[in-house]
């Protein structure tokens, strides 16, 4: 079993910073795939970025240039950097950990990811 804690949501205003944690109960060696999502009221969970157990990074078209995921030092901690927050990146922001082969296939697939993170919201206001 494999436990994720999110933490750094926040409100800020358009144009601002805000840097994510997600912490790891496991080292992320031993998972595929570490991924950030975020969820909105009404819609379904969509894949942000991920990072592969190799450091391999990847980013959905929406966050490019502006979202930076990275693993920390010890190896247990997953970061997702945000710059240039619009109004539409907020939402609730999960971390979630793939442990299977499906999700080479979809790394931001949200039904590749077996194990998740309470969530922490994030609120870009203009």
């Known amino acids: 079993q494999i436990q994720l804690a999110e933490s750094g949501g926040g409100s800020v205003q358009v144009g601002g910073s805000l840097k994510l944690s997600c912490e790891v109960s496991?080292?992320?060696?031993?998972?595929?795939?570490i991924g950030w999502f975020r969820q909105t009221p009404g819609n379904e969970r969509e894949g942000v970025a991920s990072?592969?157990?190799?450091?391999?990074?990847g980013y959905a078209d929406s966050v490019k240039g502006r979202f930076t995921i990275s693993e920390g030092n010890y190896r247990r901690t997953v970061y997702l950097q945000m710059n240039n927050l619009k109004p539409k990146d907020s939402g609730v922001y999960y971390c979630?950990?793939?442990?299977?082969?499906?999700?080479?296939?979809?790394?931001?697939?949200?039904?590749?990811?077996?194990?998740w993170g309470q969530g922490t919201q994030v609120t870009v206001s203009s």
């Open positions: 496991t080292k992320i060696v031993d998972t595929n795939y």
């Open positions: 990072i592969r157990s190799d450091g391999a990074t």
């Open positions: 979630a950990a793939c442990v299977t082969v499906r999700c080479y296939s979809s790394p931001r697939g949200s039904d590749r990811y077996s194990y």
